[in-house]
């Protein structure tokens, strides 16, 4: 592997250069190709992970782009986020998540003079983006769906660990179930957010939070009155619009009326949709109301 100051990528001269020692066995990291999921993002670099023997791969790894040198520590927000992103991915794995992302080993690999830190993850098959694209879907196979992403987020939150990064990108089907992913912007219940003080887009340009949003353009004394905490009732806000775009294919945006809503089911609007895209937190609904006013019209559609 090299690193050309901006990402880690591949030596395309020596190929030997490309393998590492992961869980035990020596293992050829290759390109991930274009319908292969997980693999954007402009502070990380992800690559396939495969057994030589067998030329399969099913796991990726994903590289933090940003390095300490020799002796060195790390101070770069980012390589911050990157280590609490492991973090809760192995706080996940520990307390038996399912529906979120596995992560199988971490560590720090030398690329020159340079550290990097990494992780191994299981390989997914396709990503929510491309999946609802590729799919023709039935009524019911979207309301299963979007129950099927409401586990992953409630999957999260159970853990004390908000995503705020909610977006089709970041649900990925590993087997036959959606797992969440890319912890990069999360935050943990109870924890400052030292990291979050700096003014800048934190979450989905599309699917962004009021809170996210004031967090990026309030100035002065706004910032005094204005809510610019980045939460559990920012998921819900941004899994509103989840909702919408599985069910109908466009992201709601401005004042939104029943009448925008064109699904056949206007009770997934009125008594699901609506209260989580609420602008004031104390009218958004949370979690459990989400899941309690979701499950009835899932078991009707036989979705749950």
Not at 82 to 92: D, P
Not at 241 to 248: G, N
């Amino acid at each position: 592997m090299i690193y050309d100051g901006k990402k880690i990528s591949l030596d395309k001269n020596n190929r030997y250069n490309n393998f590492m020692n992961l869980l035990d066995s020596d293992r050829e990291l290759q390109v991930i190709d274009a319908n292969f999921p997980t693999g954007k993002g402009a502070n990380s670099s992800v690559y396939k992970v495969v057994d030589p023997n067998e030329n399969e791969s099913d796991l990726v790894i994903k590289f933090c782009n940003f390095f300490r040198n020799e002796n060195g520590r790390y101070y770069s927000k980012i390589q911050k986020r990157f280590q609490r992103e492991i973090e809760a991915l192995e706080k996940a794995r520990d307390n038996g998540k399912p529906n979120i992302i596995n992560i199988f080993a971490d560590g720090e690999v030398k690329i020159g003079d340079k550290f990097f830190l990494y992780y191994v993850m299981e390989c997914a098959d396709s990503d929510l983006r491309q999946y609802l694209e590729d799919t023709e879907l039935s009524i019911q196979m979207r309301i299963q769906l979007c129950n099927d992403i409401l586990r992953a987020v409630n999957d999260l939150h159970s853990i004390d660990i908000y995503h705020r990064d909610i977006k089709p990108d970041n649900f990925l089907m590993v087997g036959q179930a959606w797992k969440i992913c890319d912890l990069g912007l999360i935050a943990h219940r109870e924890e400052d957010q030292e990291l979050d003080r700096s003014a800048g887009f934190l979450g989905p340009k599309g699917f962004m939070s009021p809170e996210a949003t004031n967090k990026y353009y309030a100035y002065g004394n706004c910032l005094d009155t204005l809510d610019c905490r980045i939460d559990d009732k920012s998921d819900i806000y941004q899994l509103g619009k989840l909702f919408w775009y599985i069910l109908q294919g466009d992201v709601p945006t401005g004042q939104v009326a029943l009448e925008d809503f064109t699904f056949e089911d206007s009770r997934l609007f009125s008594d699901v949709i609506a209260p989580m895209l609420q602008y004031a937190k104390r009218r958004r609904s949370d979690i459990g109301i989400t899941t309690a006013s979701l499950h009835p019209i899932c078991r009707e559609y036989a979705a749950i």
